[in-house]
């Protein structure tokens, strides 16, 4: 999976895979894609972030988690987590014409990739993620009206939680901590 040290190699696909249908933009304009694509401002500001050295003492960095959920229609699936969650594409991929998708979507900081292949998860899943401003959170999902889920705000312990449970049985927990 690519993180924000593969950003040139990033930008250099980009700008190919538009020259390809005869579009042009310079390096620099696809670094600057590349860095909002990270959520970043600007290429100056991903760029000090790639030279600046790994936080922690070790070798060993862990940058970004992308739970992989398992999907059966491709339609449900973007109607739950574009339209309820609002979630964005950043890229989808086929082996081919007819053949299962696999994508990878993301809100913010949160990246997930789904897939309608058989192997890659099991349906049922549950995950937990992490989150501040969860009280707006569960009021914007109160105010799109999906028909098929209305998440409350449950408190408990210490943390206040709103769970989802998409089309295919997956459950997100949201939690924001010691949230009053």
Do not use: C
């Amino acid at each position: 999976m690519l993180a924000y040290r593969d950003a040139k190699t990033m930008a250099k696909a980009m700008r190919e895979a538009l020259a390809a249908r005869d579009l042009t933009i310079s390096h620099s304009e696809a670094l600057e894609i590349v860095a909002r694509q990270f959520g970043l401002a600007s290429w100056n500001i991903l760029s000090a972030k790639i030279e600046a050295p790994p936080a922690g003492q070790g070798k060993i960095v862990f940058e970004r988690t992308a739970p992989i959920v398992r999907i059966f229609d491709v339609a449900k699936a973007h109607e739950f987590y574009l339209g309820f969650l609002g979630f964005t594409v950043d890229w989808e991929h086929r082996y081919g014409e007819n053949f299962p998708l696999y994508t990878q979507i993301s809100r913010d900081n949160l990246v997930l990739h789904l897939s309608e292949h058989a192997g890659d998860a099991t349906p049922g899943g549950n995950m937990v993620v992490y989150i501040k401003g969860i009280r707006d959170f569960q009021k914007e999902l109160a105010g799109k009206d999906y028909r098929y889920m209305k998440p409350g705000l449950e408190h408990e312990d210490g943390r206040l939680t709103v769970e989802v449970i998409d089309p295919f049985s997956n459950h997100i927990r949201f939690m924001e901590l010691n949230g009053q």
